[in-house]
């Protein structure tokens, strides 16, 4: 007999994709508006930046990052950025009760190439190491709408070919002037 709702009994992995894909749709159906608007707080031509983010990883779980750099805009269109990102995993079936169940945690140290496609619109790709045992590469698009002049938020989706799984970030960028 089961008691209670069972949207609560539903995996772990699958209520993360879930989440996931509402995140994407959300930042998607919103951007078509802030296109229209214009954009005076995008006339920087270069600045150091700080950037954190909420990470979610399709086939593992979700974790937070942090990465900074040179971020070019009017001056040239590539910019690059050391970060390092910590995203905690759950291998095994989160609805099994034994203790075969194992958390590990996975640690990366990267450097991070962006290339301007268009207004808002970047191509990202990341070579890094993972848990300094195994190299990773990262390639994606980066989504920035500005909000003030020293901040922005944005959306990265990427592809992980390392681990095969698909990495969404959602970021707060800060320019450091």
């Not at 995140?23 to 600045?47: G, H, R, Y």
Request: positive net charge; glycine residues 10%.
């Amino acid at each position: 007999m089961v008691r209670g709702n069972a949207f609560l009994q539903v995996p772990l992995n699958s209520k993360i994709k879930t989440g996931t894909l509402l995140v994407m749709f959300a930042c998607f159906f919103s951007v078509n508006e802030l296109k229209s608007q214009t954009c005076d707080l995008c006339k920087i031509p270069s600045f150091p930046s700080l950037t954190v983010y909420q990470a979610f990883q399709t086939g593992h779980g979700m974790g937070f990052g942090m990465e900074a750099g040179n971020w070019k805009k009017d001056g040239g269109h590539f910019s690059y950025f050391f970060g390092t990102n910590i995203v905690w995993t759950n291998s095994g079936n989160p609805g099994a009760k034994s203790s075969a169940t194992v958390n590990q945690t996975l640690l990366s140290f990267y450097v991070k190439g962006q290339y301007k496609i268009a207004n808002h619109l970047y191509a990202v790709a990341a070579p890094g190491i993972v848990n300094l045992t195994y190299m990773e590469f990262q390639a994606g698009l980066r989504y920035v709408i500005p909000i003030t002049h020293v901040i922005g938020i944005g959306v990265e989706p990427t592809y992980a070919f390392g681990q095969k799984q698909v990495v969404v970030n959602a970021n707060v960028h800060f320019a450091l002037r």
